[in-house]
């Protein structure tokens, strides 16, 4: 929650499937990236999924989307197809 409203630097998204999170979106504005702002967001994704009743997450990315397949291999994310 803001304190004082501002621009909007980041936001993210997940659905609840039975006991799954599928994670469908997480943005940061292109001046805000690089400063560990979506690893925080893919962290509180999946902190609010398990306390949700979610036991595991998944996402899609694109091929050509390096950095954030980095970011969720980091955390454990396998390449399925």
């Known amino acids: ?3 004082t409203p501002g621009p ?3 936001y993210a998204g997940f659905w609840l499937l039975v006991d799954e999170a599928h994670i469908y ?3 940061v504005h292109p001046k805000w990236r690089g400063r560990g ?3 925080l967001l893919l962290l509180s994704l ?3 999924g398990m306390q949700a009743g979610a036991d595991r ?3 899609e990315v694109r091929v ?3 950095i954030a397949q980095k970011l969720y291999s980091k ?3 396998e390449i399925v197809s």
């Open 64 to 66: 050509s989307n390096q």
């Open 1 to 3: 929650k803001l304190a």
């Open 46 to 48: 999946m902190e609010r």
């Open 57 to 59: 997450a998944t996402l």
């Open 37 to 39: 702002l979506g690893e």
């Open 8 to 10: 909007v630097l980041g």
């Open 25 to 27: 979106t997480i943005a």
């Open 75 to 77: 955390y454990g994310f």
